[in-house]
């Protein structure tokens, strides 16, 4: 079955407004995508250092990333099993990211 | 500890508790001027929970993986902060040591619950108001949030905020501590500190609008607490009374309202709602009451509840004991408030013409001017008679004061009663 990627894109200090208890419905409805029978893997992406190389004028150069504008990062990905792209944005849909004000890119993965 | 299990579940309300705890036990070894930093530092390792878990999955022992992190949070804000320069290393070492304790290591249990006493009494200083005894405790033992401490007692999220910030800053001012008053003043302190339980619990019993679950949590937290006073070394015959009356009304939670929220009479409540587990754990409670000479109000509303808790149906209920107890407690607390619900228990004793001459006295009293429930209950008694008109009158009356959403469908309800007994000409 093919492959897709969800990128979960958001503002991780959203989540300061949260209580303890709302911290851990969160969480909890997160880790319940993690044992989803179509769920394949789930990976967190380090915030610091995120950095961005562009060459510029034909030198490499570091940057601190583009998130240090927007606010939003790419927190980690979710890859899940669907039959296709439609069937995945409809799962991808219920995913919690959603709900808690964050984007999610789905994408296949090419070949899958 | 924590099985996160199949469905990807922590332990119900692991974060709220353990926020609590580990704020209490931070704030002891940070010192009390220091709560804000505690707190900080809790919320610092919830909120790496949050960004890691929900994709690598919760560790084996959650619990255990926050108080780390937290304890981490706090020794680098320590070595960060000029704050506390010469206390630094002293504190960082205790931090240390308490980071690497053992896993689930009863001493460290005890130690935690012995921080979360110490931090209620402390919250409960008599030279902090009771409304900000409240919030403080809900706040930081019981880890509930400003918006959820506002949602319960129905006020601006920036009120609850102005009280925490002021009952903090009169901790640091007065250079209040976490040890137990001495002799004399522990009585004292341990009084206020089952005021404010109960404040707390009565809170979250009090029907309001919606269904809102934060008022129930309201009460488990009060409940907890006194539970938590119970088991310790303090406890006094007075504190298990406390908690056998939390326990006892609280088993009747889920049967006094329905789904939409509508409250259900005592009489009308399916028995089978109510919580046997409460029940038993409030006649634990009630019989450890019984040591000792001392009758206070709360053995009294206990043994009240006892007898409710004791019928087998709501016809079966012993209203003889019930209105000799209600005299105890007018003798003990005459207020108009507890000559009402006397009253009430006067018509089921003696029929609603004695109650209703029962609640004549009360009529005029400046402090049941805006209470509903004087003329809700006339109404109900004036309808027990078929005086419909009457009756009609009285609930009209009741709906022109202050009361909850649930509490106006209901004498809407009874209005409407009346009104149908009028047009069927049973007036």
Redesign the interface.
């Known amino acids: 079955m093919p492959q897709y990627m969800l990128l979960l894109h958001g503002d991780p200090t959203g989540w300061v407004k949260l209580s303890p208890e709302d911290m851990q419905k969160a969480i909890e409805k997160y880790m319940a995508w993690t044992k989803k029978p179509f769920t394949r893997d789930s990976k967190r992406l380090a915030d610091e250092p995120g950095r961005v190389i562009r060459s510029q004028g034909g030198k490499p150069k570091a940057t601190d990333g583009p998130y240090s504008e927007t606010k939003e990062i790419l927190a980690g990905y979710y890859t899940i099993e669907a039959a296709s792209y439609d069937e995945a944005v409809k799962l991808a849909l219920e995913h919690p990211q959603l709900e808690y004000g964050g984007t999610v890119e789905v994408r296949q993965v090419y070949g899958s | 500890m924590t099985a ?1 299990g ?5 332990l119900e ?4 508790h ?2 609590g705890r580990m704020v209490a036990h931070l704030t002891r070894l940070l010192g009390p001027a220091h709560i804000d930093l505690a707190e900080e530092t809790v ?1 610092e390792a ?2 790496r ?10 560790p084996e022992n959650a619990g255990a993986w926050l108080f780390r992190v937290a304890h981490n949070a706090a020794i680098d804000a320590v070595r960060r902060n000029r704050l506390l320069s010469d206390k630094t290393d002293a504190i960082v070492h205790e931090l240390s040591r308490s980071a690497s304790a053992p896993e689930d290591n009863p001493d460290l249990e005890e130690q935690l619950r012995d921080d979360e006493l110490r931090m209620i009494f402390m919250c409960c200083h008599p030279d902090i108001s009771q409304e900000s005894s409240v919030a403080l405790s809900l706040k930081t033992v019981g ?3 400003v ?2 401490i506002a949602r319960a007692f129905l006020a601006e999220d920036a009120a609850i905020a102005q009280r925490l910030v002021r009952a903090k800053s009169q901790i640091r001012e007065r250079r209040l501590t976490l040890d137990m008053p001495p002799g004399a003043e522990l009585k004292e302190r341990l009084a206020s500190v089952l005021d404010v339980i109960y404040f707390m619990f009565n809170e979250g019993y009090t029907a309001h609008a919606g269904q809102d679950l934060i008022r129930r ?1 309201l009460c488990f937290e009060a409940l907890r607490l006194g539970c938590l006073v119970a088991a310790s070394s303090i406890a006094s015959p007075v504190v298990h009374a406390l908690v056998a009356l939390m326990a006892f009304q609280e088993s009747r939670l889920a049967a006094r309202v329905n789904e939409s929220g509508d409250l259900i009479l005592f009489e009308d409540q399916d028995h089978g709602l109510w919580n046997r587990h409460l029940i038993s754990l409030g006649f634990h409670h009630f019989d450890r009451s019984m040591a000792g000479d001392e009758v206070s109000e709360y053995h009294v509303q206990a043994a009240i509840a006892a007898t409710y808790a004791r019928a087998p149906d709501a016809h079966s209920v012993d209203w003889q004991m019930i209105l000799a107890l209600y005299d105890q407690f007018l003798a003990i607390n005459p207020s108009p408030v507890v000559a009402l619900n006397r009253a009430v228990v006067v018509g089921k004793v003696h029929g609603p013409k004695q109650a209703l001459a029962a609640i004549a006295p009360l009529e005029n009293n400046s402090k049941l001017r805006n209470y509903y429930l004087l003329p809700a209950v006339r109404g109900h008694l004036l309808l027990e008679l078929e005086r419909h008109s009457e009756a009609a009158a009285s609930f009209s009356a009741a709906l022109e004061r202050p009361c909850s959403e649930p509490e106006r469908r209901f004498l809407r309800r009874r209005l409407e009663a009346c009104g149908r007994a009028t047009i069927l000409g049973q007036d």
Do not use: C, K, N, V
Not at chain 2, 49 to 58: D, F, H, R, S, V
């Open positions: 996160a199949e469905t990807g579940s922590l309300h692991l974060f709220r353990q926020a919320q919830m909120l929970a949050l960004q890691i878990w929900p994709y690598e999955g919760a880890g509930f949030s918006r959820e949590d």
